[in-house]
């Protein structure tokens, strides 16, 4: 256990706040770029762990562990989505017999 | 051991997050997807959070990644049924995203104060020991909701995914 608390002694905390940073921006940016809707959720989901990466980070530097019960919500809650986010997916495969999210244009007003 | 370790988890995350964005074929970003989860389940060990390492390992490599793999396959997706965004769009998006992420870094480091290094105050807060007293004393509420969630949710995607018959 004392080799895994020095390991992290050693990291400052902005470090963790950039890299949780720079992991949503990357999800921003597949958000942005793709049209496949399973590659955006995918996406979606980057953007999560990057949210869980730092609120973990957090917990472990106040020893709060609220933190951490937090990111296992999120979790939970993240299981819920992906099941029926993919369930409304595979419905609009089947009725238009594509994922590119640019056929549901028609949704617009 | 040393803390490069840490930079080191964090360049595979970020390499492989990128991958994930910018492969042609939705399997391999999906499979890029399981890497940059492995990557984020060592930072939780090193931030000796090992019930949450466990539970990322289980539900999101595990559970998450499997559905997303099972569907696409489902799904029949490749390359060539690809749809791609025209080439202006796509620049437009990661130059949006880069100003994105231009303003996030600059606000984080102008901001400073955080560069003190990590001193633990209680480095057993992430067993699963205490995190099961805090979360069934104080998080108890919360978490009989969550199991409320996840049945609606099973119930709202059995519903949706099942074909009409009439």
């Known amino acids: 256990m004392g080799t895994v608390t020095q390991t992290i002694q050693a990291v400052p905390i902005n470090h963790y706040i950039l890299l949780a940073s720079l992991l949503f921006t990357i999800g921003v940016m597949g958000v942005l770029v793709r049209r496949n809707a399973i590659v955006i959720f995918m996406s979606i989901e980057l953007m999560l762990n990057a949210v869980n990466i730092l609120l973990a980070a957090f917990s472990a530097y106040r020893g709060d562990a609220s933190g951490q019960v937090f990111v296992f919500f999120i979790m939970a809650v993240a299981a819920a989505e992906v099941a029926v986010g993919l369930a409304i997916i595979v419905m609009i495969y089947r009725n238009t017999r594509s994922i590119d999210i640019n056929i549901l244009n028609k949704l617009k007003g | ?166």
């Open chain 2, 1 to 166: 051991m040393s803390h490069s370790l840490f930079y080191l988890l964090s360049f595979i995350t970020l390499f492989f997050a990128l991958l994930v964005v910018f492969a042609k074929n939705p399997i391999h970003s999906a499979l890029y997807m399981v890497m940059t989860f492995f990557a984020i389940t060592c930072q939780y060990l090193i931030l000796n959070a090992q019930f949450l390492a466990i539970v990322n390992f289980i539900v999101y490599m595990g559970a998450i990644m499997v559905l997303i793999l099972f569907s696409i396959m489902f799904l029949n997706l490749n390359q060539d049924t690809e749809p791609q965004k025209s080439s202006l769009l796509k620049f437009a998006g990661v130059i949006s995203a880069g100003l994105l992420m231009l303003t996030l870094v600059g606000a984080i480091v102008k901001t400073g104060g955080g560069d003190v290094p990590f001193e633990l105050v209680n480095s057993n807060i992430g067993l699963v020991k205490n995190l099961g007293k805090v979360l069934f004393n104080e998080f108890l509420l919360p978490f009989e909701i969550a199991s409320v969630l996840l049945l609606s949710a099973m119930v709202g995607a059995v519903l949706l995914a099942k074909k009409d018959i009439n």
